[in-house]
């Protein structure tokens, strides 16, 4: 549990950063930001992605739900769980397949919220907060941001 808290706290810490010339364009001071210092920010929000991964690599050798509902303080998990699964689908939802800005492959991430689900599944049996998680989670996988430059103005929108 204590390396789960310490993953979700470095990806707590790093997640402005995550997509932010998509999720902020209009934003002056993170634009600016993002124009002076390209590397850096793109280093922290690969940190982001790379924290939120680490926990729900830790998750992978859980094999028998029953010890994870009644070892673990589960209530605690909920949040860190929460967080980063949803950095792993929005960083899977705008990452360009052939501009990966966070390092990692698609579908790398979208296996890494996968299991982050998956214990949200075994979670939900003993916590409507765990239930209600796995519900938004699993709505927000639908997610598709747009590419950069495209809006809903731009007659491409409509074939994206």
Known sequence: MLAIKFHHLRALIHRPYLCLSRLQPNNGPLMDLLQRFPERVNYMERT???????????????TDTGSLVHDFPWWQMIPCLLC?????????????????????????LKED????????????????AARRARDMLESLKTLSILPRG??????????Y
């Open 48 to 62: 982001c992605v790379f924290e939120a991964q680490q926990t729900a690599h830790l998750l992978n050798n859980v």
């Open 84 to 108: 980063a699964s949803s950095i792993l689908l929005v960083a899977s939802a705008s990452t360009e397949p052939d501009q990966i800005s966070t390092g990692c492959d698609i579908d790398e």
């Open 113 to 128: 919220a996968e299991t982050c689900l998956k214990v949200f599944d075994a979670l939900s049996v003993n916590s409507n």
């Open 150 to 159: 495209l809006c809903k103005e731009d007659p491409k929108f409509w074939f």
